[in-house]
């Protein structure tokens, strides 16, 4: 009885595929005996958190859900400045200008609401991430709310009464752990008697603490510890239901994390090389990755900047829009999956080494472009397979247990995994199925990063979808 089926969705915010097994996340280790587990799950590009969730939520590739960077270049609604995807009052311009739609394409969310299903969304991550993953809740009457931007909350007179239930909103920390058992608790105490179909739980740990107390950090190690707790939390939960109720549970990050090397100014470097950035000049947003949008009265800047990046040290590869025919020094935008109606001009990942190991034996640095990350940090964003790999594990109806899987897969296709379960109808922009483990022949592909010799971008072909797999140097496999 298809009716029946419920899926969750868990995600750990950061949480890199590789720290799975190394003895800080027992419940997650337990989840995984009895789940299918995809070891070489990918993010898409770039590996930043808004660009997946929107990635996640509606399982289309970013030139399909038209949010291809954290801060999102529209000059048409706003020239001035990139728009801020994880405040949710830049959604509502970008909402506004875009006829109600915030995403291209349609989330699994509001195709399962159109289809009378209910939706809950509860989340510790900010409030754009948030949003992107049920933006119309409020108009089903569905709940979506996050500890980190309590006004948001839907249903309104929602947040006023979790409050007077379980008190305030606990101070942010590091790592965050009162708000995280605090998300937990109004999932377990408040919104399950809701009985959503489909509930979608982001936890914003270990990212939050991740950026500032680097990967072998003590208090990121605690992150990991504490959101590991409440996905045991959940887990207790949910089997506990399953007599009654057909959940599948699926396990996720959104991308994994490299430690922080060195910063570097990306604006910097392109003034001091005769660019105009800024109002009027090259619109751009930066990270361990870069989104360029050239000024329409200043397209003869396109090959040179091109040049100019494909050159720079801190680069470690480019992409330009097919559109611009193949431009000297750069990759066709479309091979990352960008190159949609709503692409920059040019794309970037930051330069980075993989043979850098932290003192937690993690594999991973790289330049980081921001005010707020630390050297000994970590980041992400670029095309390290670090930052690309991330945790993916489905149990329930469907799923085999305690099987491991190297198929490609990541996070565009969980939308379809859930669809299927929910049984609705998938819509073409969609990709993969999860529990579809027929023997597709797996395909590599190298493309020579140009300027670069020995450096490669890898991409893993399965079936009909595309995965990118990550930069790779000489001799790096
Ligand atoms: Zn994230």
């Given at each position: 009885m298809r009716d029946g089926n419920r899926v969750m969705i868990v995600v750990l915010d950061g949480?890199?595929?590789?720290?799975?097994?190394?003895?800080?996340t027992p419940n997650l280790d337990a989840f995984l005996s009895t789940a299918t587990h995809f070891r070489k799950a990918r993010a898409v590009f770039p590996t930043s958190t808004r660009v997946n969730a929107a990635a996640l939520s509606t399982g289309a590739m970013p030139a399909q859900t038209?949010?291809?960077?954290?801060?999102l270049l529209a000059p048409e609604i706003e020239p001035a400045r990139p728009l801020n995807t994880g405040d949710p009052e830049d959604l509502r311009r970008i909402e506004a200008a875009r006829g109600g739609r915030l995403l291209d394409t349609e989330t699994l969310a509001e195709r399962a609401a159109r289809a009378g299903r209910r939706v809950a969304v509860v989340s510790s991550a900010s409030g754009g991430t948030t949003r992107l993953l049920h933006p119309r809740a409020a108009a089903f009457g569905h709940v979506r709310l996050t500890l980190r931007d309590w006004?948001?909350?839907?249903?309104?007179?929602l947040a006023a009464e979790l409050e007077e239930r379980f008190g305030s909103v606990p101070a942010a920390a590091r790592p965050n752990t009162g708000r995280l058992r605090r998300q937990t608790d109004i999932w377990l105490d408040a919104v399950a008697a809701t009985e959503p179909h489909l509930a979608i739980l982001w936890y914003g740990e270990p990212d939050w603490t991740l950026h500032q107390?680097?990967?072998?950090?003590p208090r990121s190690r605690a992150a990991i510890r504490a959101v590991d707790a409440e996905l045991g939390r959940l887990l207790d939960w949910q089997a506990d239901r399953d007599r009654d109720e057909r959940w599948t549970v699926i396990v996720a990050s959104d991308h994994g994390h490299v430690a922080v090397s060195e910063k570097v100014d990306a604006r910097e470097n392109l003034r001091g090389a005769g660019f105009p950035t800024g109002f009027g000049g090259i619109l751009s947003s930066f990270g361990r990755y870069g989104a360029l949008a050239l000024p329409?009265?200043?397209?003869?800047l396109l090959a040179p900047l091109a040049e100019f990046l494909a050159a720079?040290?801190?680069?470690?590869a480019a992409f330009a829009r097919?559109?611009?025919?193949?431009?000297?020094g750069t990759l066709p935008m479309s091979l990352i999956g960008?190159?949609?109606?709503?692409?920059?001009d040019l794309m970037i990942a930051l330069h980075g080494i993989r043979d850098a190991w932290t003192a937690g034996g993690l594999s991973g640095q790289g330049l980081m472009d921001s005010d707020?990350?630390?050297?000994g940090g970590s980041a992400h964003g670029g095309l390290l397979p670090e930052e690309l790999a991330t945790v993916l594990a489905a149990s329930g109806p469907g799923f085999d247990r305690g099987r491991t899987s190297d198929a490609p897969a990541g996070v565009t296709d969980i939308a379809a995994t859930a669809a299927a379960l929910l049984g609705l109808a998938r819509p073409a922009s969609e990709r993969g199925l999860l529990?579809?483990?027929?023997p597709h022949s797996v395909q590599v592909e190298n493309h020579a990063v140009p300027g670069r010799p020995g450096r490669r971008l890898r991409m893993r072909r399965y079936g009909a979808q595309v995965y990118v797999d990550g930069i790779y140097e000489a001799g790096e496999e």
């Open positions: 949480l890199r595929g590789d720290l799975i097994g190394s003895g800080v038209g949010l291809m960077s954290n801060r006004k948001e909350t839907a249903p309104a007179g107390d680097g990967l072998a950090g329409a009265e200043r397209r003869d720079a040290p801190w680069v470690a097919d559109a611009a025919g193949p431009l000297p960008c190159d949609g109606p709503r692409a920059p707020t990350v630390p050297v529990g579809d483990l027929r």
